[in-house]
Structures are given as C-alpha cells and as structure tokens.
C-alpha cells in the first residue's frame, strides 16, 4: 500500500511539474522571425529582388481620347491619370519611368532586363518637368574600389580595361587607355562618375549608374 502510495504521488508531482513547465514556456515564448510585426507598410520597398530604378525621360506628348478619368497619350497610346484635367489636343510634358531587373549568371555578370517605358507624371511646361528629373538623377563624384586592370593582346595590338566596384556592389569594366592603366596599376582606389537614378516613390531606392572617370 505504502509503495503504491508513493508510486502515484511520484507520478502526481511530475504531472505537476510537467504543467507548470508549460506555463512557464507559453508566458516566456520569444516571438517567431516569420511572425508578422506591425509598422508603416509604406517604408517596404514593393521591388522584387534585383529589380531596380534604372532612367527616367521627358517627353512631350497630345492628349487623345478621355476614358474615365485617364486620358491616353500620343503616339504610344499610352494611358495615365489626367489629373490636370488636360483636354484632347493638349500638348503636354510626362515624366516617364523605366525599371531594370538583375539577375548575375554563373560567372558573376549581371544579366539586365529592361522594363518598357511607363509615364508616371504629367506637366503642364517643361520646366516643370526638368524640375523633378534633376532629383530623380543625381549627378555625383566619389571614390570607388579598385578591383584591377588588365590588357589583352590581339595580332600585336594592346587593349586595356580597369574594373572598379560601384557602392551598390556591380563590378564595372571598361575600356581605358595605355596611360591610365600605367596610372591605375598601383591604386585601390580611383575617383569616378556615377549617375544616381533614385525611385520616384521611394527616394532612398537607387541604382548607382558608371558614367567616367574623375581623374
């Protein structure tokens, strides 16, 4: 009786101790990576990965048929908000947007796949319109990450390259002559162009373009 006693008061106090444990975990439980945390849906850039800003263009357009608010520009037919309330002949400037998606291929070159144009903004002059294309791309000069230079040989002729790393990781090649690869050789670093092409919806979205050499 008394070994029997003890046999169920054992296994009453793990039952306990087995209850209590749960509490304890269920009150204490750290939340999952994967659970949905609250904020500003807004801040989420909508880009997939690897697709980027990559140019905008102005250009001067007519209004043609009016459809429900829409009004479809000539002579691409394209279609956007009149938010302006322009009227059929209208000669009008739209910002227009291109998107360009990356994907690097086994050996580490970047496959680039250009969107079609697609007017995201209408003005009325074309001042107006120069106006916000000076803040979508940004001119600027900084110093980059040297990878090297090399020179290739063809039936005695010499060509010379440099590749440099820009800061949103690409690798860049281009061509050079014989006196900056001489120049180059030794460097880490080298002071280049770049272009800014910045999302209209999303400024601190941007895509570094190479457009020369600072030096």
């Known amino acids: 009786m008394k070994q029997g006693r003890f046999i169920g008061l054992a296994i009453g106090l793990i039952g306990i101790i087995v209850i209590i444990w749960i509490i304890s975990s269920a009150l204490d439980k750290k939340p999952s990576v994967l659970s949905q945390t609250s904020g500003n849906s807004s801040t989420i850039s909508n880009y997939a990965p690897g697709d980027v800003p990559w140019d905008y263009i102005v250009q001067q357009v007519k209004v043609g048929d009016l459809i429900d608010g829409d009004m479809v520009l000539l002579p691409n037919n394209d279609r956007m908000s009149n938010d302006q309330n322009f009227a059929t002949g209208d000669s009008i400037w739209v910002l227009s947007f291109m998107q360009a998606t990356m994907k690097a291929d086994s050996q580490g070159k970047n496959d680039v796949t250009l969107s079609q144009w697609k007017p ?23 110093d980059v990450k040297l990878i090297g230079v090399y020179k290739t040989e063809l039936d005695s002729q010499f060509r010379y390259f440099a590749v440099v790393e820009l800061p949103t990781g690409q690798k860049v090649k ?8 001489t120049t180059f050789k030794d460097k880490k670093e080298v002071s280049v162009v770049l272009e800014e092409v910045h999302d209209y919806t999303d400024y601190d979205q941007s895509m570094a373009k190479f457009r020369g050499w600072a030096e």
Do not use: G, H, M, N
Not at 174 to 181: C, D, L, S, T, V
């Open 120 to 142: 995201i903004k209408s003005f009325k002059t074309k001042e107006e319109a120069d106006k916000d294309l000076v803040e979508l791309k940004v001119e600027i000069k900084t």
């Open 174 to 181: 281009q061509p050079i002559p014989e006196a900056r690869y």
